[in-house]
């Protein structure tokens, strides 16, 4: 029988607002469920409520959101999943955990991430690797992985996440859950720990489409404090449509190698879907988007050797050594401080930006995000949206790929074109498949891509397509969130 | 089946030549050097204020420059006249009123400091022995 933690975000704020079901105990139950973490998907989870009046108005009134460890929260540690932030209590809120706030919703804990969020699979945290709720063996992806693995896992109803390169969609895709990475410049940055500027992006991480899309109305807008915030015109209504007809999906032309035979069988099946619901598929063209890994592993560690250049010991964080002059004090506490992959971001950066090589890598990486971008401006002329994998493998062994770190880029290869175009893209689960390996099935997620600041429609789609699919009700025996309660 | 996995076209190159990117640098004059070596990593360590132990600097130089060696494919693009993309969104110049609102207070901004100090971050001397 359905118990209170099978709703979804909307069902329950429903209910919250019907007053069938009482706001403190529901936050309790999931309080719970958030404790008994095994697959070290929070890095904090909230104490038992103090007893104070909450804000229960509003469209997720009562509803706990599980929060990506990136968005300061003041007063409450936030590490970005770095040892070099451990014991940091931010002074202020990231506006987007004061909007979701605004709307009634209750942060429930703090998700664990790869460090500063670099990374395909969460073995980059510096408090522990997240086990795939799906299958402990497996990673979540990343860097959201804590988030996606609390939602699937059934440790929150929603998440906020980050996405850079795909740190949203990724692990929404390996953990069989939703994930939106909406237009670069819809929610404010203002308050998240910033790794690549001007490609970082908030998101929501839930069940379905519906509840994406209501996280996404509360968190969006204009902010003060990110001028690079936009805000989308209007009001974001909770989709609605059944049907496909009228629309054109953009398939870009993909290699056969390197996306597993099962994600494939997924992703045609889906296609064949789209045109069941009215849809027309379309073959387009984005020839420099084979180029966007290489765009990328240049402008985001250029990005990030800058960003990070704050970590020094000084101001906050932790500090190491000291009884030198202040430059051993720096080199002592960033060596320490930081795991490895930050320091071959680091390190990779600073070499793109360093004198004689700025032109070369980082110029021609902008140039190249002009080329991708004009892609899908291209594209979009023809079609409504553009389709592909969301990954080109389903969730992958832990230690799988943390010897090689080019292998592991390499996860983002259908996501990272979108961060650099800056444009929204959401990952649907949509259906099961086996590894290449062989072994139990696990999900696939496709992504849907369309143009900068048109979330209603992409909402839309995905909805439709989502409801076709009926992945939660046909893979309801092995979708982990839904044993939570017989396991009580 | 699907036309677009039926067919290779160019646009996406496979994933094997990507992941296995040995590109020889003989055909075109590269226009970078794709390969870092430990002068250069150690070079780069000290810019980035970092300090590495000996065997970190090894797995460095042989990480960098695979990752290099990739990337190098951009390097040796024709792009001239392509204008680089610094902010996706286009925005022209963005103005708010210069209205006064309070910051965050010092008690506040210090009280993460390793080593706070009469209202300021104390640091070693820039010029121990």
Redesign the interface.
Known sequence: MAGPLDLTVAEAAAKIAATELSAAEYFESWREAAAGDELNAYLWTAPAPSGAREKLEGTLGGVPIAVKDIFCTEGVPTTAGSRILEGYLPPYTATAVRRLREAGGRVLGKTNMDEFAMGSSNENSGYGPVLNPWDRGRVPGGSSGGSAAAVAGGLAPAALGTDTGGSIRQPAALCGIVGLKPTYGAISRYGMIAFASSLDQCGPLTRDVTDAALLLAALQGRDPCDATSVGIEGRLALPSREDLSGLRFGVPSLAEEGVEAGVREVFEATLQRIEGLGGEIVEVQLPSAELGISAYYVLAPAEASSNLARYDGVRYGVRRGGDGDLLEMYETTRSEGFGAEVKRRIMLGTYALSSGYYDAYYGQAQKVRTRIAEDFANAFAAVDFVVTPTSPSVAFELGAKTADPLAMYMNDFFTVPMSLAGIPAISIPAGLAAPDGGGAELPVGFQIAAPAFAEQKLLEAAFALETAIGFNREHAAAIPWKGVEEDG | ?????V???D?????????MTKDNHTRGAP??RPV?DRD??LH??R??????ADE?VET?VG??S???E??D???R?E?EG????????A?EN?W?ADEPIPS?APE??L?????PQDGA?R??????E
């Open positions: 089946m699907w036309l677009s996995f067919n290779l076209p646009s996406w190159l496979s994933f094997v030549n990507l992941c226009r970078i870092i250069q990593v780069v360590a810019l980035a204020r970092l300090r590495l970190e460095m990480e960098l695979g990752i290099l990739h990337v494919r951009i390097g693009l792009l392509v204008e680089p993309t610094t902010h996706v969104v925005l963005v708010r965050l506040a901004a009280a993460n400091a390793p080593e971050f640091v070693p001397s820039p010029q121990a």
